[in-house]
């Protein structure tokens, strides 16, 4: 019997059964945020919870998904829920994604106006700034904009560990360390969350891959889960209360994460105190009372066959009431925060002109100088320039899929470099720009919601003539190196992570050309994610690791060019010499094939730089490394005490030593003595930003260290100890450039935290160790 039916007959039943009705019909029943949330919730009928915890649903036209839904406040929105008027419910809307608000810019029948939203630095960007005050500038602007447009909950940040390259959602996503991604999602959830509306820290835990996503089964050490994969969550969680945690797509170690009670309810809220509700991801898991069970209390976007399966686990006795009327409670303890409830008049006009100028300072912190061989950079003025490379006039300002923002326009690289004075060569821009027309007209969009790995316009080669011509009237030469991907496919190693030999051909004729005729060439990288560079890194001059930085993009570029802005971003992920070099390339995506079933996480916790400095790899850039403009000196570093007892402190003092101001990134690496427990060469504990230095200037840096940051995670004892033995502080300009060092011992054993054995997988794995 459908649930409509079901219920209706129930509900009669029930009112006939229980008297007396008059009194019920006469009585206000209780109002959400009057009454207190238990009496709303008994208040409820079977058919009003069921609805509360499933969306109302999602439009579906022809094969792609129309984004948006439901009562139509918000076209283009992800999903919504329930209102339920007489207890004083209303309905709220719930929209993508972590770089801006992912909703149709264009509405049917309203010609009067657009919708268009800031498309912010993608994630990985922000986590390169390593400035949690900027991020969490960015979140408020961008918690503003949420509101303004009649969004309760935004879906993100994205946080998961980016474990490989080809990842095709790694854009999206912060780092490869644990402690980055952790404050800065904490930081984007402060910002969003200080404007009154909610965030979703996703996807909860271990999607680290596209390649059958919705139900590859992710093999995981405990340790390396609770080091790498949760870790973050962990301290996103701890720092910023999350409103949402969206539980993931694939399993883990044998169960759907959003099935799995030891992930949702004994590590998410037993351990760490999440106080929010958990969604699922949109028609994620497939056992739906096992979600409601596990403390998965919202499932999205929601369907009839989910209300129906729910129904019928209630009436089998196979899920308990009292498990739904948890979830309800959570839910409803959330939705009395939300603008929706608080009956927030939108306005739909957020300040767009502000919020770029937030996103354009965001993007110019973020950027990382590579390579900058004898001062390439900044360039000396804002001369002429040749620009090469689709990505220099087709800008890619973020990936695709539910990550995709629609913001209107992107300020391509030659636009910005123009804004910025520079002259550009505009017979060789025409041409570009015509071949890339041609090809956008024959290969449109077709739906608003890219799935899958997105087509690129095949790299523009000019002819040889035309090559020379523009290098001969130019004083520099850019080429820019553009990709994009997204949700539903992961990258590809050859001609994606790998350059294509066009663009290998084009890089070398390019470098040599200009060379040959005494100028310079810089690269410009246009990426979501790691590719090869160290096979063509000594043919060009200077690199600039651009990111994909939303809108504002061509003008951070010239920005950093011209030295208007130093850069300061350094790398929050590792760039390797080769693919193979990867600690997960024979793993990822895991068996069976293209489909693959299983992935077998067997690099256990050496993950990035963890394995490259462990293993002795050399990397073509190491994590945490970025040039400057200027240079800085390190002090020696001085520990408040050389035997540990609860805490300690390690300060530092950098000073501007170059010839204009800047930032320096500073990071500081533990590395524990090996006692019962194999331990990586150096884990970052703890990492800030100086403030703008004059040259000369200098800036004392104190950090902390508590015994969290002592302690591994040992299986055995399902706690975080702290082995005795000595420790050493490494301060480094990055993982590979340690500046200063200092050790100091625990003299006991200390076990820092006892937590649930759980999550354990169904067999053991035979991890890499050093
Ligand atoms: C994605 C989520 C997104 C959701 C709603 C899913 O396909 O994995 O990240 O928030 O769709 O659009």
Same mark, same amino acid.
């Given at each position: 019997?459908?649930?409509i039916h079901?219920?209706?007959?129930v509900?009669?039943?029930?009112?006939?059964?229980?008297?007396p009705?008059?009194?019920?019909?006469?009585?206000?029943?209780p109002?959400?945020g009057h009454a207190?949330t238990?009496?709303?919730?008994?208040?409820m009928?079977l058919?009003?919870?069921?609805?509360?915890?499933?969306?109302?649903g999602?439009r579906?036209?022809?094969?792609g998904p129309?984004?948006?839904e439901?009562?139509g406040?918000?076209p283009g929105?992800?999903g919504n829920?329930?209102?339920?008027d007489?207890?004083?419910?209303?309905?709220t809307?719930?929209?993508?994604?972590?770089?801006?608000?992912?909703?149709?810019?264009?509405?049917?029948?309203?010609?009067s106006?657009?919708?268009y939203?800031?498309?912010?630095?993608? $994630?990985?960007l922000? !986590? #390169?700034s390593?400035?949690?005050?900027?991020?969490k500038s &960015? +979140? @408020?602007?961008?918690g503003?904009?949420?509101k303004d447009?009649?969004?309760d909950?935004?879906l993100?940040?994205?946080?998961n560990i980016?474990?490989?390259?080809?990842?095709g959602?790694n854009f999206?996503y912060?780092?490869?360390?644990?402690?980055?991604? $952790?404050?800065?999602a !904490? #930081?984007?959830?402060?910002?969003?969350?200080?404007?009154? &509306? +909610? @965030?979703?820290?996703?996807?909860f835990?271990a999607?680290?891959q596209e390649?059958?996503r919705?139900s590859v089964?992710?093999?995981?050490s405990e340790r390396?889960?609770?080091?790498?994969?949760?870790r973050g969550?962990e301290?996103?969680?701890?720092?910023?209360q999350?409103?949402?945690v969206?539980s993931s797509y694939n399993?883990?170690n044998?169960t759907?994460t959003?099935?799995?009670?030891?992930?949702?309810?004994a590590i998410?809220r037993d351990e760490?105190?999440?106080?929010?509700?958990?969604?699922?991801?949109w028609?994620?898991g497939?056992d739906r009372a096992?979600?409601?069970?596990?403390?998965?209390?919202?499932?999205?976007?929601?369907g009839q066959?989910q209300?129906?399966?729910?129904?019928?686990?209630?009436?089998n006795?196979?899920?308990?009431?009292?498990?739904?009327d948890r979830?309800?409670?959570?839910?409803l303890?959330i939705?009395?925060k939300?603008?929706?409830?608080?009956k927030?008049?939108?306005?739909?006009?957020?300040?767009l002109?502000?919020?770029?100028?937030?996103?354009?300072?965001?993007?110019?912190?973020?950027?990382i100088?590579?390579?900058?061989?004898a001062s390439?950079?900044?360039?000396?003025?804002a001369g002429?320039?040749?620009?090469?490379?689709?990505?220099?006039?087709?800008?890619?300002?973020?990936?695709t899929?539910?990550?995709?923002?629609h913001?209107g326009?992107?300020?391509s690289?030659a636009?910005g470099?123009?804004?910025?004075?520079?002259?550009?060569i505009?017979?060789?821009a025409g041409q570009?720009?015509q071949y890339?027309?041609a090809?956008?007209?024959?290969?449109p969009?077709?739906?608003?919601?890219t799935?899958?790995?997105?087509?690129m316009?095949p790299e523009y080669?000019p002819?040889?003539?035309?090559i020379?011509?523009a290098?001969?009237?130019?004083d520099e030469v850019?080429?820019?190196?553009?990709?994009?991907a997204?949700?539903?496919?992961?990258?590809?190693?050859?001609g994606?992570?790998?350059?294509?030999?066009?663009e290998?051909t084009?890089i070398?004729?390019l470098?040599?050309?200009c060379h040959?005729?005494g100028k310079?060439?810089?690269?410009?990288?246009?990426i979501g994610?790691?590719?090869?560079i160290?096979?063509?890194?000594?043919?060009?001059d200077?690199?600039?690791?651009?990111?994909?930085p939303g809108?504002?993009a061509?003008n951070?570029?010239?920005?950093?060019?011209?030295?208007?802005?130093n850069?300061?971003?350094k790398?929050?992920v590792?760039?390797?010499?080769?693919?193979e070099?990867?600690?997960?390339?024979?793993?990822?995506p895991g068996?069976?094939?293209?489909?693959?079933t299983?992935?077998?996480?067997?690099?256990g916790?050496y993950?990035?730089?963890?394995?490259?400095s462990t293993f002795?790899?050399k990397?073509?850039f190491p994590f945490?490394f970025?040039?400057?403009?200027t240079?800085?000196?390190y002090?020696?570093?001085q520990?408040s005490t050389?035997t540990?007892?609860?805490?300690l402190?390690a300060?530092?003092?950098?000073t501007n030593?170059?010839?204009?101001?800047?930032r320096?990134i500073?990071?500081?690496?533990l590395?524990a003595p090996?006692?019962s427990?194999?331990?990586?060469?150096?884990?970052?504990?703890?990492?800030?930003?100086?403030?703008?230095?004059r040259?000369?200037?200098?800036?004392?840096i104190?950090?902390?260290l508590?015994?969290?940051a002592?302690a591994s995670?040992?299986?055995?004892?399902?706690?975080?100890?702290a082995?005795?033995?000595?420790y050493?502080?490494m301060i480094?300009a990055?993982s590979e450039?340690i500046?200063?060092?200092a050790?100091?011992?625990?003299?006991k054993?200390?076990?820092?935290?006892?937590?649930h054995?759980?999550?354990a997988?169904?067999t053991?794995?035979d991890?890499?160790r050093?």
């Amino acid at each position: 019997m459908k649930l409509i039916h079901y219920l209706t007959a129930v509900c009669t039943a029930a009112t006939t059964a229980i008297a007396p009705a008059t009194t019920h019909a006469q009585s206000e029943p209780p109002q959400l945020g009057h009454a207190p949330t238990a009496a709303v919730v008994k208040a409820m009928t079977l058919e009003e919870k069921i609805r509360l915890v499933v969306g109302t649903g999602m439009r579906f036209a022809g094969k792609g998904p129309i984004i948006g839904e439901a009562d139509g406040r918000v076209p283009g929105a992800a999903g919504n829920t329930m209102n339920i008027d007489r207890l004083g419910i209303p309905a709220t809307v719930y929209a993508d994604g972590p770089a801006g608000v992912r909703i149709d810019p264009i509405r049917h029948g309203d010609s009067s106006k657009t919708y268009y939203a800031t498309a912010w630095p993608v $994630g990985t960007l922000l !986590a #390169s700034s390593w400035d949690t005050a900027l991020v969490k500038s &960015v +979140g @408020t602007a961008f918690g503003s904009e949420i509101k303004d447009y009649g969004v309760d909950f935004i879906l993100g940040p994205g946080m998961n560990i980016q474990r490989n390259p080809l990842n095709g959602r790694n854009f999206e996503y912060y780092s490869e360390d644990p402690l980055v991604s $952790g404050f800065m999602a !904490a #930081s984007i959830v402060n910002g969003i969350q200080s404007q009154g &509306v +909610g @965030t979703s820290i996703k996807h909860f835990a271990a999607n680290n891959q596209e390649s059958n996503r919705n139900s590859v089964n992710a093999i995981i050490s405990e340790r390396a889960l609770r080091e790498i994969y949760l870790r973050g969550f962990e301290i996103a969680v701890k720092h910023a209360q999350p409103w949402t945690v969206m539980s993931s797509y694939n399993k883990i170690n044998g169960t759907y994460t959003s099935e799995n009670a030891d992930l949702l309810t004994a590590i998410l809220r037993d351990e760490w105190a999440f106080k929010g509700f958990v969604m699922t991801d949109w028609f994620g898991g497939h056992d739906r009372a096992a979600q409601v069970r596990a403390g998965n209390d919202l499932l999205m976007p929601g369907g009839q066959n989910q209300m129906d399966a729910i129904l019928t686990a209630l009436k089998n006795g196979s899920l308990d009431s009292a498990d739904l009327d948890r979830n309800v409670e959570r839910i409803l303890n959330i939705i009395v925060k939300t603008p929706s409830f608080h009956k927030y008049v939108f306005s739909s006009h957020p300040d767009l002109k502000a919020h770029a100028a937030v996103a354009r300072k965001a993007a110019a912190e973020g950027m990382i100088l590579l390579q900058n061989n004898a001062s390439t950079l900044p360039l000396q003025k804002a001369g002429i320039l040749a620009l090469f490379g689709n990505a220099s006039y087709a800008t890619i300002m973020g990936g695709t899929g539910s990550g995709e923002v629609h913001s209107g326009y992107t300020i391509s690289i030659a636009q910005g470099l123009q804004n910025a004075g520079f002259r550009i060569i505009t017979p060789l821009a025409g041409q570009y720009q015509q071949y890339i027309q041609a090809d956008q007209a024959a290969h449109p969009k077709k739906t608003p919601l890219t799935l899958g790995k997105p087509r690129m316009t095949p790299e523009y080669v000019p002819a040889d003539n035309a090559i020379a011509t523009a290098i001969n009237s130019a004083d520099e030469v850019i080429y820019t190196l553009g990709r994009n991907a997204g949700e539903g496919a992961d990258r590809t190693i050859t001609g994606d992570f790998n350059l294509t030999d066009t663009e290998q051909t084009l890089i070398g004729k390019l470098a040599q050309a200009c060379h040959a005729r005494g100028k310079k060439i810089i690269v410009v990288l246009n990426i979501g994610g790691p590719v090869e560079i160290a096979s063509w890194k000594d043919k060009v001059d200077a690199i600039l690791l651009a990111w994909q930085p939303g809108e504002q993009a061509g003008n951070v570029v010239a920005d950093i060019l011209s030295g208007a802005v130093n850069p300061s971003g350094k790398l929050a992920v590792t760039f390797p010499v080769k693919y193979e070099d990867e600690p997960s390339a024979k793993d990822f995506p895991g068996t069976p094939g293209d489909r693959p079933t299983e992935s077998v996480y067997r690099e256990g916790v050496y993950v990035g730089y963890r394995y490259f400095s462990t293993f002795h790899v050399k990397p073509a850039f190491p994590f945490g490394f970025g040039l400057s403009y200027t240079q800085f000196r390190y002090s020696p570093v001085q520990l408040s005490t050389t035997t540990f007892q609860n805490h300690l402190t390690a300060k530092i003092t950098v000073t501007n030593t170059g010839k204009v101001a800047g930032r320096e990134i500073v990071q500081l690496y533990l590395h524990a003595p090996s006692g019962s427990l194999d331990k990586p060469a150096e884990e970052l504990k703890g990492f800030a930003k100086t403030r703008l230095l004059r040259p000369g200037e200098s800036q004392t840096i104190n950090f902390s260290l508590d015994p969290q940051a002592l302690a591994s995670f040992h299986t055995n004892a399902s706690a975080w100890i702290a082995e005795a033995g000595k420790y050493k502080v490494m301060i480094g300009a990055s993982s590979e450039a340690i500046k200063a060092t200092a050790d100091f011992t625990l003299p006991k054993d200390l076990t820092v935290e006892k937590v649930h054995k759980v999550l354990a997988p169904q067999t053991p794995i035979d991890e890499l160790r050093p």
